[in-house]
C-alpha cells in the first residue's frame, strides 16, 4: 500500500491554508466575544440611562501632613492669608495640595479671583489665624475650622474700619497613606 505524499511545496501551501482557517475562525470568535461584551454594555446602559465607565486613578497631593488636624491647619492658613495679587496662585497651590471637592472647589476659585476685576482694582487682601480645628462629632474625617480673619483693602474705602470677624468651615480629610493626611473637602460655612 502506497501513502500519499504531498512535495515541501505543497506542504507549506496546505500549512498556511490551515494555519489561515485557524486564525479566521479564532478571530471571529474573538470578535463576536467583543461585540457581545459591547452588546451587554449597551443594553446596560439603555437600561440605567448611564454608560459605566472605569473607576478614576487615584488622585495624589503635591503635599501631605503627618496628621489629619495638621494637614487641615496649613490648608486653612494658606486659604485664609491672600492678597490681590496672589490669590489665584494661592488657590492654585492648594488645589494641588488636596483632592476630591477640596481641589474642585480650589480649582474654580482660582478661575474666579483670575478674573476679578474688583478684586484686582481694590487691592483687597485677607489675613487671619486659625484659632481651632476638632473633630465633628459623629463624622469621622471631618473636623470643624474656626479661624479670625480680617480684610482690607489699599485702594478703596469699603473695607475701612471693618473689624476682624469669626468664620467657620467644615474640612474633610483623608489618608493617602500611612502619616499621609490631605484635605479632600472644603466648605466654609460662614
Do not use: K
Request: charge should be positive; glycine fraction near 6%; charged fraction near 10%.
Amino acid at each position: 500500500m502506497s501513502t500519499y505524499r504531498p512535495s515541501p511545496a505543497r506542504r507549506r501551501s496546505l500549512v498556511l491554508t490551515c494555519a489561515l482557517v485557524c486564525a479566521a475562525c479564532g478571530a471571529g470568535h474573538a470578535q463576536s466575544r467583543h461585540q457581545s461584551a459591547a452588546a451587554r454594555a449597551l443594553a446596560q446602559a439603555q437600561a440605567a440611562h448611564e454608560y459605566p465607565s472605569p473607576p478614576p486613578p487615584r488622585q495624589t497631593a503635591s503635599s501631605v501632613s503627618p496628621s489629619a488636624v495638621q494637614a487641615i491647619a496649613a490648608f486653612a492658613t494658606a486659604y485664609i492669608n491672600w492678597d490681590a495679587q496672589t490669590v489665584s496662585g494661592d488657590l492654585r497651590t492648594l488645589a494641588a495640595a488636596s483632592v476630591g471637592q477640596a481641589r474642585s472647589a480650589m480649582i474654580l476659585a482660582a478661575a474666579g479671583t483670575a478674573a476679578d476685576y474688583e478684586l484686582q482694582r481694590g487691592g483687597i487682601a485677607n489675613h487671619g489665624t486659625v484659632e481651632a480645628v476638632a473633630p465633628l462629632a459623629g463624622q469621622p474625617d471631618r473636623y470643624v475650622v474656626v479661624t479670625l480673619e480680617s480684610t482690607t483693602a489699599t485702594a478703596t474705602t469699603a473695607y475701612q474700619g471693618l473689624r476682624p470677624a469669626w468664620h467657620v468651615a467644615v474640612a474633610t480629610v483623608s489618608a493617602l497613606g500611612a502619616g499621609r493626611w490631605v484635605v479632600s473637602g472644603w466648605q466654609p460655612e460662614s
